[in-house]
Each structure stands twice: as C-alpha cells, then as structure tokens.
C-alpha cells in the first residue's frame, strides 16, 4: 500500500528519528523515490537538522515560512 503525502508530512519527524515501523519506513522510502515534493522535503529538513546540529547561524528571509507553507498548501490541494 503505497502513503500519501500527507502521511510522508504526517510522519516526517518520526522517519528522520528513526522512530517508524520498519514496513512504513519502506513505504516512505519507495514514495520519496517517486514524489519529488516529498524528497525534497525531506532532504531540506535533514540539511536543516544538519545545520541545527552544527550549531551554523543562517538567517532566513522574513516570508520563508509563509512562502513554504503556501506551497506545500497548494500541493497538497493538487495531489487530492
């Protein structure tokens, strides 16, 4: 059974912290493969964790987040 973006959305903070079964584990995997927003996502937020981790000061312009969240919005729209 193939997961849905908004379970990979849903479940991204489990999978980064290897805290999901291994079989939805295998599932997010085999969807990340083939759903570029969602590969993206999760590549941003493990780099992001990088960074956090590294102790790295970056500033992010003022609108980042109303930016992200519009788009991944209007994804989510696009992919009922």
């Not at 939805?24 to 759903?35: N, T, V, Y």
């Not at 590549?43 to 964790?49: A, G, Q, V």
Request: charged share 30%; glycine share 4%; aromatic share 8%.
């Amino acid at each position: 059974m193939e997961v849905s973006c908004h379970e990979i959305w849903r479940e991204i903070s489990n999978y980064l912290d290897n805290d999901v079964d291994p079989r939805l584990r295998e599932r997010m995997e085999r969807h990340f493969a083939s759903c570029r927003h969602c590969a993206a996502l999760i590549d941003s937020t493990h780099n992001m964790l990088v960074l956090i981790g590294d102790n790295r000061a970056f500033a992010i312009p003022a609108d980042f987040g109303k930016r992200l969240y519009g788009k991944l919005a209007a994804h989510l729209a696009s992919s009922r």
